[in-house]
């Protein structure tokens, strides 16, 4: 099973954390107490990559990276996020 690293440090500086989902393939990122996004973990390629919703408003990013496990696509769906919110 996945497991949700602590919260990087960017996140921690505005409240937020990482929570895993129950099976995993997805982590909720949460602004204080409210859930903001949601990183999924998608197939593509025969590999991963990670689809990032906002859900305020629905609106939705795929990295068009590709990853060798759903972990790695996690990890850089946040690294995607931290670089979109400019933190």
């Given at each position: 099973m ?42 593509a390629e ?20 590709i ?20 933190w």
């Open positions: 996945i497991t949700t690293p602590p919260a990087p440090p960017w996140l921690a500086r505005h409240e937020a954390r990482l929570v895993a989902s129950a099976t995993g393939e997805s982590w909720m990122v949460y602004l204080g107490h409210e859930l903001a996004y949601v990183l999924v973990a998608v197939p025969g590999k991963h990559s990670v689809k990032v919703l906002e859900t305020i408003n629905g609106k939705q990013f795929n990295s068009g990276t990853f060798a496990s759903v972990q790695a696509a996690l990890e850089g769906g946040a690294e995607e996020l931290r670089q979109r919110l400019g």
